[in-house]
């Protein structure tokens, strides 16, 4: 009984489209994308979450089939909080993207979209070393959740064809 029951339940997860985390199946028009940005970190993890994907990255344009372009990438440290001495006793550390999807033609799959992280640190002149290390650990896991979050989106991408010469973008 626990076996049936437990096949039932496979069946039905997998039948209602159910993917584990980091596994996303991309449209076709992703089978080879091109990513450019001005973070260098931030464009490896999106290439390994692409891989992930299925889909694998080219390394120049000219192969690329679309050009995921991270137009700005912005990592910022502000204070929140300071002590009876003046010194900071707390931040917000922020990561904020603007990034775009075109395909090889030029046309726009996915408009400039910002997206924004952010979490605060509470900050200690006695734990120096640690707090860095802790804001470094703070900042990769940022740039992983907007990997994550451009990955969803463009998971939302379906490309349709009409005909040899025209063809839409529909997000699913």
């Known amino acids: 009984m626990r076996t049936l029951t437990a096949i039932f339940l496979s069946a039905l997860l997998v039948g209602c489209g159910f993917h584990l985390r980091g596994q996303v199946e991309l449209a076709p028009v992703m089978s080879s994308p091109w990513v450019t940005g001005?973070?260098?970190?931030l464009v490896v993890d999106l290439r390994n979450a692409l891989r992930q994907s299925g889909v694998q990255p080219v390394k120049d344009s000219s192969s690329a089939t679309v050009?995921?372009?991270?137009?700005s990438v912005d990592y910022s440290r502000a204070v929140i909080s300071v002590d009876s001495q003046g010194t900071a006793t707390g931040y917000t550390l922020k990561y904020e993207v603007l990034y775009r999807v075109v395909d090889r033609s030029g046309r726009v799959l996915v408009e400039n979209t910002?997206?924004?992280?952010?979490?605060?640190l509470q900050y200690r002149s006695t734990e120096l070393l640690q707090k860095k290390q802790e804001e470094e650990a703070l900042k990769v896991s940022m740039?992983?959740?907007?990997v994550r979050r451009i990955i969803?989106?463009?998971?939302g991408v379906a490309y349709h064809w009409?005909?040899?010469d025209t063809h839409r973008v529909a997000f699913v």
């Not at 001005?38 to 970190?41: E, I, L, M, R, S």
């Not at 050009?67 to 137009?71: E, K, P, Q, V």
């Not at 740039?143 to 907007?146: G, V």
């Open 38 to 41: 001005q973070d260098p970190a």
């Open 67 to 71: 050009i995921i372009d991270l137009a």
């Open 114 to 120: 910002p997206l924004s992280f952010s979490r605060d």
């Open 143 to 146: 740039r992983q959740e907007i």
């Open 152 to 155: 969803r989106r463009l998971d």
């Open 162 to 164: 009409q005909g040899p």
